[in-house]
């Protein structure tokens, strides 16, 4: 079955980095756009970064825009999100998500989703 495993998750201070990686499994990796999703408690789900199969195109939330990097490794089957310059509004839990349209995975509205990876930044 298809799996979608979340890791880099941590504690860091405001201004810092993180790195998550997302492994796929399960799925023709090449046939799908992968994504980033986020949620802090009491808020609603937030799209944070999109990228094609082919890693031509992305997409990111306003929020995050200048900030965050989605990039993917197809030998590996992996999508990292690189996260820099972490503020205490980044605290959230984290999902990595998959869907053979890319339309559909920025809609919000994938197939697949990882169990996700917490962050969390410290003022």
């Known amino acids: 079955q298809v799996q979608l495993v979340e890791s880099g998750g941590g504690s860091v201070q405001a201004g810092g980095s993180l790195r998550l990686s997302c492994t796929a499994s399960?799925?023709?990796?090449?046939?799908?756009?992968m994504g980033w999703f986020r949620q802090a408690p009491g808020k609603e789900r937030e799209g944070v970064a999109a990228?094609?199969?082919?890693?031509?195109?992305?997409y990111y939330g306003d929020s995050v825009k200048g900030r965050f990097t989605v990039s993917r490794d197809n030998a590996k089957n992996i999508v990292y999100l690189q996260m820099n310059n972490l503020k205490p509004e980044d605290t959230a839990m984290y999902y990595c998500?998959?869907?053979?349209?890319?339309?559909?995975?920025?809609?919000?509205?994938?197939?697949?989703w990882g169990q996700g990876t917490q962050v969390t930044v410290s003022s």
């Open positions: 990228i094609h199969w082919s890693g031509s195109g992305t």
């Open positions: 998500a998959a869907d053979r349209l890319f339309p559909t995975l920025v809609r919000g509205k994938p197939t697949y």
């Open positions: 399960g799925l023709t990796f090449t046939n799908y756009a």
